[in-house]
């Protein structure tokens, strides 16, 4: 058959992109990464205890200076506060002396290129960025696969081989940046099938054609914020602070400080409960014409809090029990709902959960687009890991994951010409 054919053939690239491409860089990129392990745990001990310093030092100041004379009672505190300033500072010490020595000592001083030296973060950002387009066309002829860089604009003076080389990887990173914008999924909240958002976070994003469907995948997080960030936040907030005079230093710590915690607190807690996602938004242009919108949600509290205009989109029942008792269906337009969600594609819906090893899968029919949720809680496209060394089944599942989604065109037909 022409279909096992396509298949047989992807797994066949794929067997020799592993052992040509990929098999003979991994004991490097291994290596570096056991190295850089303990550099960055260090990196960041120093950073963080650096940033209590700073904290326990300025509260410490203000106690003296305000709040021991008003209540004097409470300078117990400030001897704990001193407690954990000597361990801070020891911390601290530690931290900078263990960065020195693996800096000196660790034998591997570049990245897997031969360049300079990378944290595990940037270790696997230079695999992907060689072997991903690699990876892609496995799959699509036309494929194209972008993430976010941290390449910094450099001087163009600069004539330096150095220079010319790091030149030459921000202009690539420039037209990969305009792609990425360019195929990225547009108006996520329109679609109705996440939870409310202050910002997506993409990752990495993989377009291309298989049997003559556009598709579109996005790895999007909607969490909020993370700890190295809320940390940074911090530090500026208190040195903003601590210039601005004792006055406001004061207030600041009795009245704004607690009602910002408090604050965040309760708001995170919402962004934990509603609004987190991390996984694919995987979207498929179909050969269909829809002249409405309509959603799937799974039955749960957390979809019944996406908000839906109840003037606009109508509940939808329909003949599979089954379906309705696991989710719910909406749609502007009753009569396509009922043509699009026939018995068998609600059955080929149920089968993806379980394909993806997904909490969850939303869906939405808009534009001639059917665009799928698919929350699996992790990045479904790493090709390196903080706890384990990568290996052939690293890779192996990066290519199983390529294939579901693939599977989704043959699953839910939809390179058929269907009018609707």
């Keep these: 058959m022409a279909e096992d054919k396509i298949y047989s053939q992807m797994k066949q690239e794929f067997t020799e992109f592993y052992h040509n491409k990929v098999k003979d860089r991994l004991p490097a990129y291994i290596k570096m990464r056991r190295e850089e392990g303990p550099m960055q745990i260090a990196f960041w001990g120093v950073w963080y205890s650096f940033l209590l310093l700073f904290v326990f030092l300025l509260c410490q100041g203000f106690a003296d200076t305000y709040i021991y004379k008003i209540l004097p009672q409470l300078k117990i505190f400030g001897i704990i506060v001193k407690i954990f300033l000597c361990i801070d500072i020891v911390a601290l010490i530690v931290s900078v002396l263990a960065l020195i020595i693996l800096d000196a000592t660790t034998s591997n001083k570049t990245n897997t290129r031969g360049k300079t030296r990378y944290i595990k973060s940037g270790l696997e950002m230079e695999l992907k960025r060689d072997l991903m387009p690699k990876f892609v066309r496995i799959f699509f002829d036309d494929g194209f696969w972008g993430k976010q860089s941290n390449y910094t604009k450099l001087d163009e003076s600069s004539s330096t081989d150095k220079y010319k080389y790091m030149r030459e990887q921000y202009n690539e990173y420039i037209r990969d940046r305009n792609n990425l914008e360019n195929n990225r999924i547009k108006n996520l909240r329109d679609l109705k099938i996440l939870n409310p958002y202050p910002w997506a976070r993409y990752d990495d994003v993989i377009t291309g054609t298989f049997k003559d469907v556009k598709i579109k995948i996005s790895e999007v997080d909607t969490i909020i914020l993370k700890i190295h960030e809320i940390g940074i936040i911090l530090f500026f907030t208190i040195w903003l602070v601590g210039i601005s005079g004792g006055l406001i230093a004061l207030l600041f710590l009795l009245f704004i400080l607690p009602g910002i915690l408090i604050a965040c607190l309760i708001f ?97 029919f808009l534009n001639n687009k059917l665009t799928l949720a698919i929350h699996t809680g992790k990045d479904m496209f790493a090709m390196g890991n903080d706890f384990k060394d990568s290996d052939v089944h690293t890779f192996e599942e990066l290519y199983d994951d390529m294939i579901s989604v693939l599977q989704i065109v043959d699953e839910l037909k939809l390179n058929e010409h269907t009018g609707l």
């Design 268 to 364: 995170s807690y919402k962004i934990m409960q509603y609004s987190l996602f991390r996984g694919v938004v995987v979207e498929f242009d179909m050969n269909k014409n829809f002249k409405g919108h309509t959603i799937f949600h799974e039955n749960s509290s957390l979809a019944k809090k996406i908000p839906l205009d109840k003037n606009k989109y109508q509940k939808v029942n329909l003949e599979s029990v089954t379906f309705e008792n696991k989710y719910n269906v909406y749609s502007t337009d009753q009569i396509e709902a009922r043509y699009i969600l026939t018995p068998s594609l609600i059955e080929r819906i149920e089968n993806l959960k379980f394909a993806f090893k997904a909490k969850y899968v939303r869906g939405s």
